[in-house]
């Protein structure tokens, strides 16, 4: 079992950058695929960006394509996501998410997918 906790949410104004990071617990971090999520205010869980096990491949989702990047350091079992330009549409609590790559059928957009998930942060962009 692998547990997450996300911190470095935070308000912003339009424009600014922050940096989530997701730490994990347990020794097999690396066999995890990781992904970030978002949710904001009356609205479905949204896909936001995910990273393979191995920090080979990543996804974006549309609306950050180009402003946010996921990477991870396994060796620091933590998962980061660098926002940058953020927009007040950004808005939401941003929840990590973890699964087994051994599980295969990496369905990384879906959040049905995803097995183990953190308690959120909330990031707030003003304008």
């Known amino acids: 079992q692998v547990q997450l906790v996300e911190s470095g949410g935070g308000l912003v104004q339009a424009g600014d950058s922050l940096r989530l990071s997701c730490a994990a617990s347990g020794p097999t971090f690396s066999r995890y695929h990781m992904g970030w999520f978002r949710q904001a205010p009356g609205k479905e869980h949204e896909f936001v960006a995910a990273i393979s096990w191995g920090g080979g491949t990543t996804y974006y989702a549309d609306s950050v394509k180009g402003r946010f990047t996921i990477s991870r350091d396994n060796a620091k079992n933590t998962m980061y996501l660098q926002m940058n330009s953020l927009k007040p549409e950004d808005t939401a609590v941003y929840y990590c998410?973890?699964?087994?790559?051994?599980?295969?059928?990496?369905?990384?957009?879906?959040?049905?997918?995803?097995?183990?998930w953190g308690q959120g942060t909330q990031v707030t962009v003003s304008s």
């Open positions: 998410a973890a699964k087994n790559a051994l599980y295969g059928n990496w369905r990384y957009h879906e959040y049905d997918y995803w097995g183990h």
